[in-house]
Structures are given as structure tokens and as C-alpha cells.
């Protein structure tokens, strides 16, 4: 079964967006308000396990369960490929994030691409650029599904 906490902000600021791979480059982005991870915006990225949990106002073992299930064992070591991580934003504010292996990629490569403001604009402006053709294509295929059904029927 799928884990709906994968790819998503835990606790913190932006808590339960979804986390995603830019479509037009390969950084993570935060869904909603649409807030990339890279070092525009982000302060730092760091893993969380048992010795940085303690600064973590919740206990080692909830933060586990809270992050990976009953199971919960070993923060900040990939788990089945999940990452517990602690952006800490350039404005003072802090997310905890699980993430699989593909997106934390993504986020390292933000971290370390040097982009600016307005290159960080472009990407967002072809990003939604994307999405809204994927969305008119994915429509267009539903609507001759259905139109081809009924011909057929």
C-alpha cells in the first residue's frame, strides 16, 4: 500500500503540501504555494536522525512513528528509500519533509544549482506552462474515450 505521507511536508510551515519534480527541471518544489527548494529560498536542508531529533519537540520514537509508520526505527537513514529531511527557509521558518529517493535528488541538485530570481521565474512560468498542456492533452484523450464508447455502443 502506498504511503500518503511520501513526498510531503510532515509539520511546519507549508504542512501537508505535496512535494514535487519540476517538469521542465530537475528541482523539488513545494506544490502549494508553489515554493521551490533551492538556495533562493532555502536556508538549509538537513537529515533528521536520533541525535538531531532531541532538538525536536517531540520524542525521538513519535517522530519516528510520525515519519515513518509503527515501524519507525532509524531517522534520517533511508528507510524503503524515504528521507526524513528539515528545510530551514530563509524566513526563519522550518518544514519536516519525507521524501523518496528521486525527490531528494531533486532537492540536493537545488541546493547546489546556482539559479537566480528570475531563472527560478522562468522555470516556475514553464512549470505551469506544462501542467496546463498535460491537463488540455489528458482531457482530450478522456473525451474521445468517451465519445469513442459511445459510437461503439
Do not use: C, H
Not at 538549509?44 to 513519535?62: D, I, K, M, R
Not at 539559479?115 to 505551469?128: G, H, R, T, V
Not at 489528458?138 to 461503439?152: E, H, K, R, S, W
Amino acid at each position: 500500500m502506498a504511503d500518503a505521507t511520501l513526498n510531503t511536508v510532515l509539520a511546519g510551515k507549508y504542512e501537508k503540501s505535496k512535494i514535487m519534480i519540476s517538469p521542465t527541471n530537475q528541482v523539488a518544489y513545494i506544490e502549494r504555494p508553489n515554493m521551490y527548494i533551492t538556495k533562493n529560498n532555502v536556508e538549509s536542508v538537513s537529515p533528521v536522525n536520533e541525535s538531531t531529533a532531541s532538538t525536536v519537540s517531540v520524542g525521538g520514537a513519535a517522530l519516528g512513528t510520525l515519519a515513518f509508520g509503527t515501524g519507525g526505527a532509524a531517522l534520517g537513514k533511508s528507510t524503503n528509500s524515504q528521507y526524513l529531511l528539515e528545510i530551514k527557509w530563509k524566513t526563519g521558518d522550518t518544514s519536516l519533509i519525507k521524501v523518496d529517493r528521486k525527490v531528494n535528488e531533486a532537492i540536493i541538485v537545488g541546493m547546489y544549482k546556482t539559479i537566480s530570481q528570475e531563472q527560478e521565474q522562468k522555470i516556475k512560468s514553464d512549470d505551469e506552462s506544462n501542467r496546463t498542456i498535460a491537463t488540455i492533452i489528458a482531457a482530450v484523450i478522456v473525451l474521445g474515450y468517451a465519445l469513442y464508447y459511445m459510437i461503439n455502443s
